[in-house]
């Protein structure tokens, strides 16, 4: 993950860190938060290995592929 917010902040994206929804992990870990679309973002970090990646549309999380597609 520190890979992939380093690739996002020197191509100045607008991203947080926050912990991992509860709903989709019981891991104490953290995630990126995207504000800008993925497939914006996703030339930026394709080759940096990711575990998985959801969409929130305002009341479910979605799991996408890399593209930001399901």
């Known amino acids: 993950m520190l890979k992939a917010e380093n690739a996002l ?3 100045s994206f ?3 860190l ?3 929804p509860r709903n ?3 891991d ?3 995630c990126i938060k995207l504000k800008d679309h993925i497939e914006d ?3 930026y970090i394709e080759d940096i290995e ?3 990646c959801f969409v929130f549309d305002g009341k479910e999380y979605k799991e996408v592929n890399r ?3 399901w």
Request: charged fraction near 20%; proline fraction near 8%.
């Open 9 to 11: 902040k020197k191509h």
């Open 14 to 16: 607008n991203f947080e």
């Open 18 to 20: 926050v912990p991992i």
């Open 24 to 26: 989709l992990s019981s």
């Open 28 to 30: 104490c870990g953290s």
């Open 41 to 43: 973002v996703n030339p």
């Open 50 to 52: 990711l575990d998985r």
């Open 67 to 69: 593209m930001g597609m």
